[in-house]
């Protein structure tokens, strides 16, 4: 039985840990590491004809960083003041690690989408990361401070509001909390009311079956994967004996009705993908696989896990396998997982995670957005990453501690502008770095 005053007294006791208003200072570490040192140590363990795809990708715009940067950030976190308030972190919390997905039902569901990174900490860090990537996709779209900060003070207020609201449920109420579609319609100004219907119609279209349109061709009167250097091309070769073992490994990781339903699938071909812009060079692959017939086809992603980059900061994952990390946070955060999800040790004892290409998935476009739509986006992520960390986390300390004020949306406000300012130098070195030589980088569209 939870002790409610217990919970309320600690979370308010965090405030002497890490008063609220402590959130928006931010200052760079005297031994702050050297963002591009932190980068070029991760391309060590990344492909090596991918890296320059990914610098490339970063060079962007900062909000192209930030996304890349999750390492970075993770280390200028740890150097502030924690609550110690724990969740189960996302890790990589930033406005496009959001949007639509099918639940198992078939119903379209808004939530994180993103969980490379996932580990226990701080409930701040992930508040923190969306924030930043609030304020800094604000700027990018050529919106004053005054509408980044009120943007990123929106998201903060909506996540402190939520908390606030599921601390008073119960447990099974909690569990079952889901944003629909039809929660998030009337939040959406009429002006563009038009344009989300019409992105959320192309979500559902989504599916293997327009991947099977998109990365397939008929040769020989079979489907194959049409390959696309270096984005989208022939994996190493695997016999037959490899394959086999690598989908009986990833099958026992899935529930009893899954592995009968992936038995009615037969393994066609794999090739190598890129995927996303922190994620390039990591190793990447989709199998294409057909059922019935070549018309049925089931398109699975497989993607390294590495370790979280807030594992150097925290303590160690439970897990030592780390697919299986992002497979258990994922479950434990999203309220809905795709129903392939699971994990297999790959060649050279790399570990991976399955799940499927494409289903029914959707983010939204930051780079079009007006000040009042980005505000409304980003409390709407503030509502999903409440919940996420509601279902890991004490809700009720967390909630005591956000208190019925706004001074923890402000701090976060104040704080996403100053990380912003980072971010613009910190992109600003990687440009440098690559126009002088000193980091090679790569434009492939």
Known sequence: MTDLAEEIRRGRAARKQAPRTSHGRWIPAAGRPEPLAVLEAQ??????????????????????????????????????????????????????????????????????????????????????????????AGRDNGQPDARAWQAARAAAESYRLSMRRLAGLGELDVWYERITTEDIVPLVRKMDRERFHSQLEKARRRTSLQAVDKLTETVDGHRRIVHDPPLLEAAPDIDAA????????????????????????????????????????????????????????????????????????????????????????????????????????????????????RDMKGSADIATMSPALLRDYAALCGRALARAHARSGDRIAIAAYLGGSDTFDRAMAAFALAYADRTVEDHAALQAAIASGAIEAATVT
């Open 43 to 136: 391309a060590k363990s990344r492909e090596p004809d991918l890296v320059p795809i990914r610098y490339g990708r970063m060079a962007v715009s900062p909000f192209t960083y930030l996304r890349g940067a999750p390492a970075v950030m993770a280390a200028d976190l740890a150097g502030q003041q924690q609550t110690g308030l724990t969740v189960q972190l996302c890790g990589d919390a930033h406005l496009l690690n959001f949007g639509v997905f099918a639940s198992p039902e078939r119903a379209l569901l808004f939530d994180l989408n993103d969980f490379d990174e996932t580990l226990p900490g701080p409930f701040e860090w992930d508040v923190k990361r969306l924030v930043a990537s609030v304020a800094v």
């Open 242 to 357: 490899a394959v086999r073992k690598i989908l009986s490994d990833y099958r026992s990781t899935l529930p009893e009705d899954r592995r009968v339903l992936l038995d009615r699938y037969r393994f066609v071909e794999a090739a190598r993908k890129v995927v996303g812009v922190g994620s390039v060079g990591t190793r990447c692959f989709v199998a294409l696989m057909t059922g019935r017939d070549d018309e049925d086809p089931l398109f699975l992603q497989i993607k390294q896990a590495q370790r979280s980059v807030l594992e150097p900061h925290l303590p160690k994952s439970a897990y030592r396998h780390q697919g299986q990390r992002v497979v258990a946070g994922q479950r434990l955060l999203q309220a809905a997982s795709d129903i392939f999800l699971g994990w297999v040790s790959g060649p050279q004892g790399r570990h991976f995670y399955w799940r499927q290409l």
